[in-house]
């Protein structure tokens, strides 16, 4: 073998990786990018959408949403939503479909099915067996001229200039639009069936987003031994008070109206510009415009009441403004609605 077999080949030349600035830009631009498709979308909300809101609303049975891919994935979430707030829904997979899993469609179901091109081989069985059932067919699709959006009852455009990917070729704005038009529909149905915030909280009863749901300012708020001066009490006593009522003391009438509270903050105020405060009275040191809470409020409010206003605790009033509690940051914490 000669020497000049021997020698090591070298691979031609490559453009160095791009750098930071650049990746940046093709970042942003990917953002710009789909930001304007999704925009481009909004036109295409039309009376199609409404039959087909219509006709999932009106039907008796589920929505199956079937797509393959990236339209799969898609599709998945699209039915998770749809479940989540009100409209029983499942993801059924092309291929398991044609064998065996079609026993899950019902005459009464409706099917929307989740395709870029329309031309997905498994999707277009799928929907000729669909048709056979009588089942209604909604197509999300990028080209509403493909052999899916014809065969479709009803046909949502979904389509795209082109991908974010640099080759036009990885699904990136375009399963971004579908995203946006399954949760339009899921709005749109939520809205048209009445769907409530109680209902959406018993479908979410664990986790935090159930707890915001559901916890009520009385269900965290303390009602006995309460923090209450007159506005004649001294602050000696209002010291005492904020001690061992965790800062907060709530100033009311002879009928227990709410006319005032003062804080751990409005004492060490105090205390800077005034050399003796024992004596004053509490009615000359209290905020006469307190925030409030109800105990039928959602404890969620009273958190952002408190976090807006930078305060740590909301004196508890009825109608006719009598403290019936103080609800407490530290509370609302252990009770995890925040």
């Known amino acids: 073998m000669s020497q000049r077999a021997l020698q090591p080949t070298h691979a031609a030349a490559v453009d160095p990786p791009p750098a930071g600035p650049?990746?940046?830009e093709a970042a942003r631009r990917v953002v710009r990018q789909e930001a304007a498709a999704v925009?481009?979308?909004e036109a295409r909300i039309d009376e199609a959408f409404l039959d087909a809101v219509?006709?999932?609303?009106?039907?008796k049975g589920r929505v199956v949403v079937s797509g393959i891919g990236k339209s799969g994935i898609i599709a998945?979430?699209?039915a998770a939503t749809m479940t989540s707030t009100g409209t029983p829904?499942?993801?059924l997979h092309p291929v398991e479909g044609l064998h065996g899993d079609l026993g899950i469609v019902g005459r009464d179901d409706v099917a929307i099915l989740l395709s870029k091109s329309g031309e997905s081989g498994e999707l277009n069985a799928l929907i000729e067996v669909f048709e056979r059932l009588g089942v209604t067919t909604i197509a999300l699709t990028g080209r509403t001229d493909s052999s899916l959006a014809r065969s479709a009852d009803i046909v949502l455009d979904c389509s795209v200039t082109e991908e974010?990917?640099?080759h036009d070729l990885a699904p990136t704005t375009s399963t971004t639009v579908a995203l946006v038009m399954g949760d339009a529909l899921a709005v749109a149905l939520l809205l048209r069936r009445g769907f409530t915030r109680e209902d959406f909280a018993?479908?979410?009863p664990g986790g935090l987003l159930g707890r915001k749901l559901t916890v009520k300012v009385r269900d965290v708020m303390i009602d006995e031994a309460l923090p209450l001066l007159s506005p004649d009490a001294t602050m000696r006593t209002c010291v005492v008070a904020l001690a061992e009522k965790r800062g907060t003391v709530a100033v009311v009438d002879s009928a227990r109206r709410l006319v005032g509270v003062v804080t751990a903050g409005d004492l060490t105020r105090l205390m800077e510009r005034e050399e003796d405060v024992f004596e004053i009275r509490v009615g000359e040191v209290m905020n006469r415009s307190p925030k409030t809470t109800e105990p039928d409020a959602l404890a969620a409010s009273a958190v952002y009441v408190m976090e807006k206003h930078g305060v740590m605790a909301l004196p508890v009033i009825d109608p006719e403004r009598r403290v019936v509690g103080i609800v407490h940051l530290h509370d609302l914490l252990r009770a995890n609605v925040v």
């Open 22 to 24: 650049e990746l940046l």
């Open 164 to 166: 974010a990917c640099p």
């Open 89 to 91: 829904a499942i993801f």
């Open 76 to 78: 998945r979430k699209i």
């Open 39 to 41: 925009s481009e979308l």
């Open 202 to 204: 018993r479908f979410h």
């Open 54 to 59: 219509e006709r999932i609303a009106s039907a």
